[in-house]
């Protein structure tokens, strides 16, 4: 099982002067790594397989100067960050060798599954609603750091740099309830290939239900959302979000 | 005049007359305008041995006959001096070599056509087909179709090339025989790609003992295959065998860990009518194996390892159980098991009896003698994704 003692982005926590609205919520929609994050590899096999509420993305990468270098790239988008952690569960249950390590990531929202004292030749992540594996899959052990820092760095686009796009503000809720808001959203135009959309909320958990995005309050203070869709060169463009 | 379309599979509820259901079947569900719906001439088709004692059938339309007249036909093979080298079948792996004629001639019957020169569907017997004598596998089949002249004369007038797939029985699960509106359901049909590789892998059985064990052959002789301890074609409970068909059709080596090479086998042996099951061996912590050589990994000495399993799986005849039978695609197993001094005699778990308490039962070679272990409560037939 993972480590449950600390807390994570999303999740509420009882952590002493713990403000849960400060809490940031991540859901991806439709994110598939940049090829130029590959340089050179190419892509041998991609294919989309729908398993109930998961879609899992899955990519082999193959080295062109050699036939036994390839990375094997599986994407899960779930609904939540806690399908997410179950899928990760699921991964680290089907491990075979115990001999392998897992840490939680620099800020608390990822897990890495790596050996500590060798290169990274496999990676388990939680990114919001995501469940990445990284890892070698053909005859040779690849270091796969440099595409899942590559990974990491089109998930962690920043919205700060670009504040011409107005949150949709979820005023504050009764003292001491919950709410669940389902909201709808839309891209104008429409997603362009190859690119994907990030929701930001605080003061809220979200969770993506089909065509849906559902938000569940916390108790105290308001909620807000900030989305943006991110192009294939990481140009960032607005996405309509409005309350049902 | 010319074959307009030729129907093998058409009694869906059952494979006893015609060939099985498979995902091409799906097609003829297509709304009109959906170009995959057009009735082209039927390419491939199986069918399972286990049907064979009874009498089989086609549908055959045709158009460019004459008007609102009758005409007597029927199919023939041609000779095989004749060269089949160039059949135009849409499978690159159907060489000339195959062997061929599976079904034999087409009785010849009277076909009444429309004012247009179209026929409808119409019900053909084989009545000489050699599905009882040969073995599972891909058979190529070439039909010359005929018509009988008003002199008695029989003229030629089109020929079709088929793909011919033959198993041992219908498929088990995790496939279906079912064809429902639901695409996840409608998985669980054959996939004809599936069913190539299966038959290129068990071609020749005649039993499903056979079958079982020649899969499980080839999948551990693969040369692309390297072992891995992580699973890399499974997601939650679901096995990714297009992925890994895709793979196996490929170039590059790639790695699978127990539970890949036990759904290969169990999903290939079970589309060609067997009756396999994944089960795991497990333990309370981890269990240490005697020495091993991992699939992918050359028979020499340094290869062989003792090596740590918080579990392992593999296929299991019919069900899991102490006394029942065990193929493992992953390994081999030393069957010098008891005197580490000797060179390991290797030997590949094929219908090797589990049996932990007898000598040279598949648990006394594979697991170290003082560690403890158990086996799954059930075992499973993973669905595909």
Not at chain 1, 38 to 52: E, L, P
Not at chain 1, 138 to 156: A, K, P
Not at chain 2, 85 to 105: F, Q, Y
Not at chain 2, 260 to 275: E, P, Y
Request: include cysteine; glycine fraction near 6%; charged fraction near 25%.
């Amino acid at each position: 099982m993972l480590d449950e003692s600390k807390t994570r982005k999303g999740e509420p926590s009882s952590v002493e002067g713990y403000d849960a609205s400060d809490e940031v919520s991540v859901i991806f929609k439709d994110f598939f790594p940049d090829p130029s994050a590959f340089g050179d590899w190419q892509m041998g096999f991609r294919h989309s397989y729908i398993d109930g509420s998961r879609r899992l993305e899955r990519a082999v990468l193959d080295d062109p100067e050699d036939l036994d270098r390839r990375v094997l790239i599986d994407i899960c988008e779930t609904q939540s960050f806690a399908q997410a952690k179950n899928v990760v569960e699921m991964m680290l249950k089907n491990n075979t060798q115990p001999s392998r390590y897992f840490r939680w990531g620099r800020d608390g929202s990822f897990i890495t599954v790596t050996d500590d004292t060798a290169p990274t030749f496999s990676r388990l992540e939680i990114a919001g609603n995501l469940a990445l594996h990284i890892t070698s899959f053909g005859r040779s052990d690849v270091d796969v750091s440099t595409i899942t820092d590559s990974i990491n760095t089109r998930l962690e686009v920043d919205f700060s740099n670009s504040h011409s796009f107005e949150p949709i503000k979820i005023p504050k809720p009764l003292p001491y309830s919950r709410r669940k808001l389902r909201l709808k959203f839309s891209a104008t135009p429409s997603l362009p290939k190859g690119g994907f959309v990030k929701f930001i909320a605080t003061g809220g958990e979200l969770r993506l239900k089909g065509p849906d995005l559902l938000i569940y309050t916390h108790k105290t203070g308001e909620a807000e959302i900030h989305a943006r869709i991110i192009g294939p060169d990481g140009e960032q463009s607005p996405i309509s979000i409005w309350m049902e | 005049m010319r074959v307009e379309e030729i129907r093998f599979n058409n009694y869906l509820h059952c494979g006893n007359f015609d060939a099985i259901n498979t995902e091409q079947d799906l097609l003829r569900f297509r709304p009109p305008g959906d170009e995959r719906a057009a009735g082209k001439t039927q390419l491939s088709a199986v069918y399972a041995k286990s049907a064979s004692n009874n009498e089989i059938t086609i549908k055959v339309s045709f158009s460019g006959g004459p008007s609102d007249q009758r005409r007597r036909i029927g199919a023939i093979v041609p000779r095989l001096e004749e060269g089949l080298c160039d059949a135009p079948i849409g499978d690159s792996h159907v060489h000339s070599s195959e062997p061929m004629d599976v079904l034999g001639s087409v009785c010849e019957r009277d076909v009444a056509f429309d004012c247009n020169g179209l026929s409808a569907p119409q019900e053909f017997r084989l009545p000489v087909h050699h599905l009882r004598g040969v073995g599972v596998g891909r058979y190529l089949q070439h039909w010359r179709w005929r018509f009988k002249d008003q002199s008695n004369v029989w003229n030629d007038f089109d020929e079709t090339y088929h793909t011919i797939y033959v198993t041992m029985g219908v498929p088990t699960l995790p496939w279906s025989q079912q064809i429902t509106g639901d695409d996840s359901e409608n998985l669980r049909l054959p996939w004809i790609n599936a069913m190539g590789v299966a038959c290129r892998w068990a071609r020749g059985a005649t039993t499903e003992e056979e079958v079982a064990a020649m899969i499980t052959q080839a999948v551990n002789a693969h040369p692309r295959l390297v072992y891995d301890s992580d699973p890399k074609f499974l997601f939650g409970d679901k096995f990714l065998l297009s992925c890994f068909i895709d793979q196996i059709e490929g170039n590059r080596a790639f790695r699978v860990n127990c539970e890949d090479c036990a759904s290969v086998v169990v999903t290939l042996a079970n589309l060609l009518g067997c009756d396999l099951s994944e089960g795991k061996i497990g333990a309370a912590g981890d269990f240490y194996t005697n020495r091993v050589l991992t699939i992918g990994q050359q028979d020499s000495a340094s290869n062989w390892i003792t090596t740590k399993f918080k579990y392992h799986e593999v296929a299991w005849l019919h069900d899991i159980g102490l006394d029942k039978y065990v193929y493992d695609a992953c390994l081999r197993v030393d069957m010098n098991y008891d005197d580490a001094s000797k060179d390991p005699l290797p030997k590949l778990p094929v219908a090797m009896r589990f049996s932990p308490c007898a000598i040279g039962g598949y648990a006394k070679a594979l697991i170290r003698i003082d560690e403890l272990f158990h086996l799954a409560k059930k075992s499973l037939r993973r669905e595909l994704l």
